[in-house]
């Protein structure tokens, strides 16, 4: 099993796998050059975001600057609007339904490391240097229609349902079900969304 494969099995990996570097070095300078475009070049915006997402629908619009790890893993679906200095750790899949707002300064995080420091970076080398910090990871599936208020963060493994708001400021910690408002942090479902 590939070092990519055991990243998105959910599986302890090494992020210092030649292939990933590869793809995270490709993805950083794709989404630098994506932050850099005139704000009007729309050609040149939709060509970067071929090459750096894995999926998307008709009408994605995402505001500069954007942040990625892979790109390769975030799927979105249609009519999508991604707001400024959001930031997407896809170690993991993210897949984003039809009709989805992200306010600015969402953070969605598919990546979590061991707690225990032993674990994390493993047994020092002679020189004192570690490894490359273990990392493990989990899926973040958002359904359609739903409104992430700005300065959200989504946690790995959460899936938030169809039609919900999640208030700005939320910590999403676990799944939230479809037909609701949920806000704070943690975040909770605080009201039905009809």
Same mark, same amino acid.
């Given at each position: ?138 899926? /973040? &599936? #958002? $359904?359609? !229609? *739903?409104? +992430? @208020?700005? =300065? ?5 493994? /959460? &899936? #938030? $349902?169809? !039609? *919900?708001? +999640? @208030?700005? =400021? ?25």
């Amino acid at each position: 099993m590939t070092e990519r494969e055991k990243m998105l099995a959910g599986e302890l990996y090494d992020c210092g796998d030649p292939e990933l570097l590869d793809r995270w070095h490709l993805a950083k300078d794709l989404a630098a050059a994506y932050n850099r475009i005139p704000s009007a070049d729309l050609a040149e915006k939709d060509r970067i975001l071929a090459e750096l997402l894995g999926g998307r629908g008709k009408n994605l619009w995402i505001t500069p600057p954007f942040y990625v790890d892979y790109g390769n893993n975030i799927f979105f679906g249609n009519n999508c609007e991604v707001n400024m200095n959001c930031t997407f750790l896809d170690d993991n899949r993210i897949t984003i339904g039809d009709n989805a707002l992200i306010a600015p300064n969402v953070q969605i995080y598919t990546a979590f490391h061991p707690t225990n420091a032993a674990d994390r970076f493993g047994a020092p080398r002679p020189d004192g240097s570690f490894e490359f910090c273990k990392t493990r990871t989990a899926p /973040v &599936t #958002i $359904g359609n !229609n *739903v409104w +992430i @208020g700005g =300065g959200a963060i989504l946690l790995p493994g /959460v &899936t #938030i $349902g169809d !039609n *919900v708001v +999640i @208030g700005a =400021g939320s910590v999403v910690t676990h799944d939230i079900p479809a037909n609701s408002v949920a806000v704070g942090s943690p975040c909770r479902v605080v009201r039905p969304n009809l």
